[in-house]
């Protein structure tokens, strides 16, 4: 076994092993990337026994000093006569653009043990697609192909192996056969089998349906068999619940695109005819008519053959949008996580064996195997639930993209909100076109904003009230009239700001015009209570999301001399205040976390029912729901969202508010939305109540640009960890004097921030600390990035998780 790259960064592995290899007998060799070992790929020699093999099909293979049976994946083959003669590794250039980094050892190749898989799992355009992943979110080569085959798959969840039978002789043949026949069972297999159309393997019937059709034994069929008049056939299938549940369909009305829908109807037509690659954003407010485009498009893509793939957030997955494209299209398969195992496996073989030609799933879903793949689709292409927040980090929208340049698709990115990076996208780049929806398709009264100021509203005064007079009176009067309503409490990370309850003033940036947030921090032995400031408190400090600069936090109020408070919110406690203050009204509570999947469709059903009156939550609840009785909405606090600690704050907070919005107005009745904030002014809100997108974009851009951050800069985060803070501060260290003197060797532009503790900054018993790199291009980020990983792994040895454009910096 050999070790090709020596690409140590994230651990250590000794390959100085023996090989096991039976020379004689191998003329390929093959390359193996393993989930689980660093960013590496080893070389083994595969017994002839095995050939042929193709990149994507997995092997298990001997590893380490012990020789423990390892799954990887065969990533490249070569026949062995092409290696280099006195050298023990694949010539360079064996993979395009891999070359070895340094000094090719002599070691003694190991040989493959088992060939898992009869066919690839990954094909080579998707095998493509996981090197670009590699290079580009910088991660191991074999943790990406083992995010892109579903766990269900690679088990082989719901296959059963059993026996069926088929008629073996011909049809214009069995009159004759069974004239001859004397068992009166015998007659009726054939009959039944000649019924079935099971005249080849294909079309075999299931050896027991059939005897229990027959009502015989085995007896029969085991004499028919003699006689060679069917066969018996060993068949492995996959069997599970469909994965669309029937009766769940929607009627269909053929409508009539507006002039708006049909504008941007030609323009896709265009696209797809063209057939070249292309993005196009498709900005378009709530019920503007983008989901019936995206079916359009669609439909043209497979009247020219090809193929679709839709991306849904997942928790709009479990609404109505599946069954609307269920209901118009035949060839459907689905990918979510609520699908079982098995359903799971079914789904994604009937993509790989050509049996569907559209899919819908969440972020994973862009790895489907769909050949011919002509669209791609990202729906809420803002969100950031795209991103997958463990290895491989990639943002499913941007593989998106990725994908659809290689193979010449189009691809339709959909959004009420889209991001700033991709309306920057549309400015900058030729290949991206921007396609605006800028009606409500029925013209629905947009509903009422109010907004209610918590500073003047008392809100601090009485004790922490979650829901303001104005909030309370809304309630009541909804719930007389027999309405319901819903009310936000957006709990994502920590909510916690920095307040003076007596003279409301907040805590703001020395450089930017943003307020500070407090973050804790854990890490020991840090008492700083005394500067020449004054007394400061201990236990964190406040940070700028934008210019990321930390300070300590006064113990008193700047201005006023009183004691800061810290404020932080809490649905259980919402739930608590509303129980008390509407006794006799029915609430539920629905949160991500506290939630399993059954209970939230229970209480969806006994809501849209009328046996809850006011659901409280978080976010899940403001996506996708559609219940014509909600008049009233309420964001308990639109700040929460405001003051978490990452520079997207702004973004959220206008995306949540206008979501939700599109939400209330989607009633026929007129809908009220209460908005609750101690910052009236903060242009976010501001820009949200008025519905003013370009306003927002404008104001938020200007920040953005003149702090360096995306979309005009782009940003990676490394974050290090470990159990023991010294070790992980000597690691971090030396990871900052390693990227420094790289940016000075290669005089990349780039800012390097940190190390610092994270915002969270211990989970899990372990200590966080992050450095932040900022650079005007990505390609500055590849270049630095595929530099580190070619040298010697960090030590002290901790654990290093690599961001590349993430979409917060908790
Ligand atoms: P979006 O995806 O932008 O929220 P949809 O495509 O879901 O919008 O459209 C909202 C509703 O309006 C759906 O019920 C859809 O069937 C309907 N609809 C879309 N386009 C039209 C149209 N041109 N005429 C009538 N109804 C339409
Ligand atoms: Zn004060
Ligand atoms: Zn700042």
Known sequence: MIKYHTENLFTVIDSRLHGNDKETSCHHIIRVAFESAADTEFDYLLPDRFWPIEAGQRVEVPFGKKNKLEVGFCVAVVEKAQRHKGTKCLAPGFIPGVQPKRKERKFKLKAVEKVIDKEPLINAELMELARWIRSYYVCPLGQVLAAMVPRAVKKGAGARTGKYIYLAIAAENIDETTKKLRGRRQKQIIEHLQQKDAFNSEAALELQSVLAEIGCGREPVKKLAQKQIIKIAEKTILKSLPAIPKGMTIKTEKVILNEDQQKALVHFKSEIESGKFGVTLLYGVTDSGKTELYIRAIEEILRKGKSAIVLLPEIALTTQTVQRFNARFQRIAVMHSGLTAAQRNVQWQKIKSGQADVVIGARSAVFAPLPRLGLIVVDEEHEPSYKQDTAPRYNGRDVAIKRAQLVNAHCILGSATPSLETLSNCRSKKYFSLVHLPKRVMNLPMPQMKLVDLQQAGFVKKGMNLISEPLAEGLRQTLAKKEQAILLLNRRGYSNFIFCPSCKHTLHCRNCDVTLTFHRSEAPGRERMRTVTGK?????????????????????????????????????????????????????????????????????????????????????????????????????????????????????????????????????????????????????????????????????????????????????????????????????????????????????????RGPMPAMISRIQRFHRMQIIIQAPQAEILQELFNSLRGEQPIRPAVKIAIDIDPVNLL
């Open 536 to 752: 400061h408190m201990a236990s964190g400090y406040a940070v700028c999301h934008y210019c990321l600069a930390q300070t300590l936090v006064p113990e008193k109020c700047p201005l006023c001399g009183s004691g800061l408070a810290m404020i932080g919110l809490g649905s259980q406690r919402l739930k608590e205040e509303l129980e008390k203050k509407f006794p006799q009204a029915h609430i539920s509570r629905v949160d991500s976390d506290s939630m399993a999947k059954g209970d939230y469709y229970k209480v969806l059903k006994d809501f849209s029912e009328g046996r809850i009156d006011i659901l409280a939550g978080t976010q899940m609840l403001a996506k996708g729901l559609h219940f014509p009785n909600v008049t009233l909405v309420g964001i308990i606090s639109a700040d929460t969202c405001l003051y978490l600690p990452d520079f997207r704050a702004n973004e959220r907070t206008f995306q949540l508010i206008c979501h939700v919005a599109g939400r209330a107005g989607r009633s026929a009745k007129k809908g009220t939305v209460f908005v609750q904030t101690f910052l009236p002014n903060q242009p976010a809100i501001k820009f949200a109540l008025a519905g003013d997108f370009n306003g927002f974009v404008t104001e938020e851009l200007k920040h953005r640009k003149a702090c360096n951050l995306p979309p005009f800069w782009r940003l990676a985060v490394v974050t290090l960890r470990d159990r023991t803070f010294d070790k992980l501060e000597i690691a971090c260290n030396r990871m900052r004097e390693k990227i420094d003197r790289i940016i000075q060797r290669k005089k990349l532009r780039a800012i390097v």
